[in-house]
């Protein structure tokens, strides 16, 4: 597969992380951090999410594969097009998940959690019930 992207080198020590608002497309609450690349176009990405405590994302897929870390906190995740809280998997940190695209999953955090995600770009997420999605006014705008 070509990449679009030239690779380039950049070093972010955690003290140089620049939190913000996390996208639109997640919702309220989440604070997110680009990392390196530019998830709205084609090439290499690398974002963290902070998780506010008891923050949930109600079921959706991935365009591409993603990639996730657990860098602090707890991670639930969930596979499936319902969210069952019995049925998500509790991945603490140190953690690594691998999605296939278009995987149906939701996720869940107990505590402030933190999670990296490797993907590439350009990011999409499609919420099994559109409902769901935040820009639509769902339930948790």
Do not use: C
């Not at 869940?108 to 999670?115: G, L, Q």
């Amino acid at each position: 597969m070509a990449m679009s992207q030239t690779m380039n080198n950049k070093l972010v020590a955690p003290a140089e992380i620049q939190w913000g608002t996390g996208p639109a497309i997640l919702p309220a609450g989440i604070q997110g951090a680009i990392l390196y690349g530019d998830p709205t176009k084609d090439g290499l990405f690398s974002m963290r999410f902070k998780l506010p405590k008891g923050y949930r994302v109600a079921p959706h897929t991935l365009s591409k594969a993603g990639l996730f870390t657990v860098i602090s906190g707890n991670f639930r995740i969930g596979m499936g097009e319902k969210a069952d809280p019995s049925k998500a998997r509790a991945m603490p940190v140190g953690s690594f998940i691998a999605l296939a695209p278009d995987t149906p999953h939701f996720v869940s955090v107990d505590e402030e959690t933190v999670v990296q995600l490797n993907n590439i770009g350009p990011w999409v997420i499609t919420y099994i019930d559109p409902k769901d999605d935040p820009r639509q006014g769902g339930p948790d705008k």
